[in-house]
């Protein structure tokens, strides 16, 4: 049970992090088209994301897969990018039937990406671990526990200013999306492949 809990702290910790916050901005992208009435669909997102994150350590502590370090580290600002400029498919169009399945699929492999870009500092915790389910198991718990507090947060955010401040949800959309754009525009540039 504690190394259940040590890993479920190592996964709070892994995305509650504001000094390695690539994965509070990909939220924040993934969370803001989303109001508390379509929480499901955002905890959905979520939990596939998740559950895609922590495939690839599977892959990788099983030593199934071994990627290049340096481009996946170039990927996840990538993925943050696609997914707040995706969220302008929601300013454009009102209806939330925005390409949901593109959604998923999108999330699904972004989660794969962000796994790979954790997995070898992951691998080197486990090295010595003779049973590699319950560290995978209590890390995925901390990850989605920390996830749903991000959502949280953002849907929060969103009722404030769309249902207390009265600001137009594609206004809304489109200004969190063009900040969270500039945030990750010096990570693409600092993590550019050379």
């Known amino acids: 049970m504690q190394e259940f809990l040590f890993y479920i702290k190592l996964g709070l910790n892994h995305v509650l992090d504001f000094g390695a916050y690539d994965h509070i901005l990909f939220l924040s992208a993934l969370a803001v088209p989303f109001t508390f009435k379509n929480w499901k669909r955002v905890l959905i997102l979520a939990t596939i994301f998740t559950v895609a994150h922590c ?17 996946i580290e170039f990927l996840i600002p990538v993925t943050i990018l696609l997914t707040a400029l995706f969220n302008f498919a929601y300013v454009f169009k009102e209806a ?27 691998k080197m915790l486990m090295a010595e671990e003779e049973d590699k389910i319950t560290p995978l198991l209590g ?17 929060t955010l969103a009722f404030v200013v769309l249902d207390v401040l009265k600001v137009k949800r594609s206004i809304f959309i489109a200004v969190t999306s063009i900040l969270v754009i500039a945030i990750t525009i010096p990570l693409l540039i600092a993590t550019f492949p050379m």
């Open 96 to 122: 939330l039937d925005v390409g949901l399945f593109l959604h998923v699929l999108a999330t699904a492999f972004f989660g794969l990406i962000h796994g790979f870009g954790f997995s070898n500092y992951f």
């Open 139 to 155: 890390f995925a718990t901390g990850i989605e526990l920390s996830q749903v507090t991000i959502i949280l947060a953002i849907l």
């Open 55 to 71: 495939t690839s350590l599977a892959l990788s502590v099983y030593e199934a897969v071994t990627v290049d370090v340096g481009l």
